[in-house]
């Protein structure tokens, strides 16, 4: 099925509608509407035009809070993200719909059929970003409650994967009858309900749906523990990962293709695009310039005070944000869950303490501070489309990543450069597509048809899956 | 209470799969796996938004059919899928209450009405059967419960649609507040076999409530009920004999003469490949006597559900000659492009239950 005429080393760009967070610029008129559909319409078609691999969903299943109130600082109110890729399936060709869904806060069976759904609407465009967030704050909203020990997240996870997986391979077109003159819908015997016997729950289902045209939804991980990156090295596709650093791309990459072998998969097996972050202008001056504004625009003296709040755990309110951070420690020893899962479990003290003194040696105050902790560790790219590009095609020729999964931080235009004049440079140095490889995201990923199809249900299987779920 | 010649009524038609029969997939020049081919699906909807339809339902079920085809897309997701493609025609799927997450159908819905600008319906469905419950690894919900707990994943969602007001989002660069928190509520259910804290993490939908439909005795809280008999004169009789004070929608089985072939005809060639067990009242025969028929019965009732025994030929020929005959006679709501179903089906805008007024 995979077509291979283009050649190695390709990148790949996938990009992430945030719709969280003070990633995403709201202050200023060009900023449109974080939640209707026109906006994701236009961000996903833009990114078509420019050839990317895959449109990207995150997912949060509590409405951030902040010191025990809602969070009211930061765009929030993203749409399901099944719900949307299934209406933007029907305005898109070619792209990939990838979705953020949990573990924790989902049924197994629900979610193989909703995702094969998607899969089989889309024409083979699915995807899956496997998330293991888990805590009792976001159970309140869940029949379960916070029912699972965090210790427990990965094997839960897993076992929860590979039901799906099991689901997902039950049947296929070939078992669907060629004609209406067959004896029966089934061209053979129907299919086997799938059983799963585990700690949280026993499962037992029949799929209602065959395989996709790229058999099924390719899985992405986001998840950075050893526990995470294992996981990944067993049951993904694609890391969407945290270390967009060259350097730091390049341990990340050795380090999980040690796992990737230790699991039995070719090393090829798993791509890995980091989250990054682009401010792109003709020339450095200006790109330095955005960059100034951007950040201005993110981080205003709220959004700073608010910022810090989070590890210091009470209210700041009384701070100057032009002057210095505060001199005292921490109330709370960890942060809280509730500004999502990029912020939680940070060790506060010694966090807060390695800040005080950075922000004094380089006479940042606040506003500054914060500002400048804004982005993405190494994966934000600031500079003229032609130098970018040239840091690019380092990277391609590294091998340290297959591409960049982009958050723009305007929406819903925020690609449109990097669509016009980052993609044509970095078609012309060959470290990008020129076309869509075919009609799946496993072809346009450049990933192999999934080798680890599951068996027909056996009690072994019961057995080897009885770890969780 | 209603006449026929008022224009009050609506047209819903069902387009799951190939049609109400089981055998209607081998008839309809179409190869079997078709109806997992959502463009073939979209073709089926945009003859039914052109036609004049006020509405297509999505048939859904966590179980694999037990007749005609054996696989089915997600209701909601060909919903969603619909949404962009289409522009007046409202969009109501079945999903079913009981084995889902509230938390998760809530934002499903919302996410369809907002897809649809605002076109999303909802028919609630509740199984409760053990082979349901064992796809999620729960137990059989008894017959006695089910309106119970229909009534609480109702409540949650409606609350969890109110929890942020209209008006929620400010952008006030001044204060650097993207929301006004004061419009953001907790929806606080608490009900017998769960409880959802809220609030939303979706916007209120465009429609604020998402309109419901449901069928005895599922219907405590829904904005329309539907009326079910298995034949025509017990559906004329129950749909007189129904007191339900909101929209009231008849269900109903139909099969036209198609082509030159009698309606009885197509149907014995159908039924000769599997037997037709359906619940539902059914209508066969010609364009003329079904227009009759639909002119008495939309006299009691406000709109109908309409199955076709074959998607494509029975939609097509009701969409010839029965439909215009409907219109002709002033029976039907008009429909207005860019109007939300709430507005089709005549409802009035939805109160928001946290909202000071
Ligand atoms: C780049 C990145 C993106 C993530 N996006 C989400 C998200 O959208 N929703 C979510 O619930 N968790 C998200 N997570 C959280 C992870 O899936 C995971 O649950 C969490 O990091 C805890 O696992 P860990 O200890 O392996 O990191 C993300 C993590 C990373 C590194």
Do not use: C, M
């Given at each position: 099925m995979s077509t291979r005429n283009q050649p190695k080393n390709l990148l790949r760009l996938g990009v992430f509608f945030q719709g969280v967070n003070s990633g995403t610029v709201w202050k200023t008129p060009e900023a449109g509407s974080q939640t209707d559909f026109e906006s994701f319409r236009r961000l996903i078609q833009t990114a078509e035009r420019g050839i990317f691999s895959a449109f990207f969903l995150g997912e949060g299943l509590r409405l951030r809070e902040h010191l025990g109130q809602i969070h009211d600082l930061d765009v929030a109110g993203r749409p399901d993200a099944q719900t949307l890729l299934a209406a933007l399936a029907a305005v898109t060709n070619r792209i990939g719909l990838v979705a953020t869904q949990n573990t924790t806060y989902n049924d197994p069976a629900d979610m193989a059929h909703r995702l094969a759904s998607l899969d089989l609407i889309s024409g083979g465009r699915a995807a899956w970003n496997i998330v293991t967030t888990d805590n009792a704050w976001t159970g309140a909203n869940f029949r379960r409650g916070g029912y699972l020990d965090h210790a427990d997240r990965y094997t839960h996870a897993e076992a929860f994967?590979?039901?799906?997986?099991?689901?997902?391979?039950?049947?296929?077109?070939?078992?669907?009858?060629?004609?209406?003159?067959?004896?029966?819908?089934?061209?053979?015997?129907a299919p086997k309900p799938v059983e799963h016997t585990g700690k949280h729950y026993n499962i037992s289902y029949t799929s209602r749906l065959p395989r996709s045209a790229q058999i099924r939804p390719v899985l992405f991980q986001a998840g950075d523990s050893a526990e995470g990156r294992d996981f990944a090295a067993r049951q993904a596709d694609v890391i969407f990962s945290a270390h967009g650093g060259l350097e730091a791309a390049k341990v990340f990459r050795a380090d999980i293709t040690a796992r990737t072998l230790k699991a039995g998969r070719p090393a090829s097996a798993v791509k890995i695009m980091p989250g990054s972050e682009f401010i792109l202008a003709a020339t450095e001056s200006e790109a330095e310039e955005k960059h100034r504004w951007v950040r201005e625009q993110q981080i205003g003296p709220q959004q700073a005070l608010a910022y810090l709040e989070q590890f210091w755990g009470e209210s700041l309110a009384g701070l100057d944000p032009e002057g210095p951070l505060p001199d005292f420690d921490p109330k709370i020893s960890e942060s809280d869950v509730t500004r999502g899962s990029g912020f939680q479990g940070a060790k506060a003290v010694e966090l807060t303490r390695s800040w005080r003194e950075?922000?004094?040696?380089?006479?940042?105050?606040?506003?500054?501070?914060?500002?400048?902790?804004?982005?993405?560790?190494?994966?934000?790219?600031?500079?003229?489309?032609?130098?970018?590009?040239?840091?690019?095609?380092?990277?391609?020729e590294s091998g340290a990543v297959d591409g960049f999964n982009i958050t723009p931080w305007l929406i819903p235009s925020g690609l449109d450069d990097i669509v016009n004049h980052l993609v044509p440079e970095l078609q012309e140095r060959g470290v990008y597509p020129t076309h869509y490889a075919g009609d799946t995201l496993r072809e346009n990923l450049g990933l192999e048809d999934p080798t680890d199809v599951a068996p027909a249900v056996t009690d072994e299987d019961n057995t080897r899956y009885e770890v969780a779920v | 209470m209603t006449t026929a010649h008022q224009p009050n009524a609506i047209l819903v038609l069902e387009v799951d799969g190939a049609g109400a029969h089981p055998a209607a997939w081998r008839l309809d020049n179409q190869t079997p796996d078709s109806v997992l081919d959502a463009q073939q699906i979209a073709k089926a909807v945009l003859a039914a938004e052109s036609a004049g339809f006020h509405?297509?339902?999505?048939?859904?079920?966590?179980?694999?059919p037990g007749s005609g085809p054996g696989a089915r897309l997600d209701a909601i997701q060909r919903a969603a899928f619909l949404g962009p493609l289409t522009h007046s025609i409202g969009l109501i799927?079945?999903?079913?209450?009981?084995?889902?997450?509230?938390?998760?159908?809530?934002?499903?819905?919302?996410?369809?009405?907002?897809?649809?600008?605002?076109?999303?319906?909802?028919?609630?469905?509740?199984?409760?059967?053990?082979?349901?419950?064992?796809?999620?690894?729960?137990?059989?919900?008894?017959?006695?419960?089910?309106?119970?707990?229909?009534?609480?994943?109702?409540?949650?969602?409606?609350?969890?649609?109110?929890?942020?007001?209209?008006?929620?989002?400010?952008?006030?660069?001044?204060?650097?507040?993207?929301?006004?928190?004061?419009?953001?509520?907790?929806?606080?259910?608490?009900?017998?076999?769960?409880?959802?804290?809220?609030?939303?993490?979706?916007?209120?939908?465009?429609?604020?409530?998402?309109?419901?439909?449901?069928?005895?005795?599922?219907?405590?809280?829904?904005?329309?009920i539907l009326i079910g008999a298995p034949d025509l004169d017990g559906l004329l009789a129950a749909a007189q004999g129904n007191s339900f004070p909101g929209i009231r929608i008849a269900e109903l089985d139909f099969v036209l003469d198609h082509a030159g072939e009698p309606a009885a005809d197509r149907v014995e060639a159908l039924d000769g490949w599997e037997p037709w067990h359906s619940p539902r009242a059914r209508f066969t025969g010609t364009a003329t006597d079904f227009t009759d028929y639909l002119l008495e019965l939309l006299g009691h009732v406000g709109g109908v559900r309409l199955h076709p025994a074959e998607l494509r030929k029975d939609a097509q020929e009701f969409a010839a000659l029965v439909l215009p005959a409907l219109r002709l006679a002033g029976a039907l709501k008009p429909i207005r492009t860019g109007n939300t179903l709430r507005e089709t089906l005549g409802l009035p805008a939805a109160r928001n239950r946290f909202a000071a007024s």
């Open positions: 994967v590979a039901t799906a997986k099991r689901i997902w391979d039950s049947w296929g077109r070939e078992d669907i009858a060629a004609n209406g003159s067959q004896s029966a819908w089934f061209a053979g015997n950075s922000a004094k040696d380089q006479g940042l105050n606040i506003l500054e501070f914060v500002r400048g902790k804004s982005g993405r560790v190494g994966g934000s790219f600031v500079g003229s489309y032609a130098r970018v590009a040239d840091t690019l095609e380092r990277y391609a | 509405a297509v339902s999505i048939e859904d079920s966590r179980l694999a799927p079945v999903a079913d209450s009981i084995y889902t997450e509230p938390f998760h159908l809530s934002t499903q819905l919302s996410a369809l009405d907002g897809v649809s600008a605002g076109r999303a319906g909802w028919i609630v469905s509740a199984g409760g059967t053990a082979a349901e419950g064992a796809a999620v690894g729960r137990e059989a919900v008894t017959a006695g419960e089910l309106p119970g707990e229909v009534a609480d994943v109702l409540e949650a969602s409606r609350r969890l649609w109110d929890s942020w007001e209209d008006g929620a989002v400010i952008k006030d660069v001044a204060t650097g507040r993207y929301l006004d928190r004061s419009k953001v509520h907790y929806a606080d259910f608490v009900g017998k076999r769960f409880s959802v804290k809220g609030s939303s993490i979706s916007p209120r939908p465009i429609q604020g409530q998402i309109p419901v439909f449901a069928a005895e005795p599922l219907d405590a809280d829904s904005d329309a």
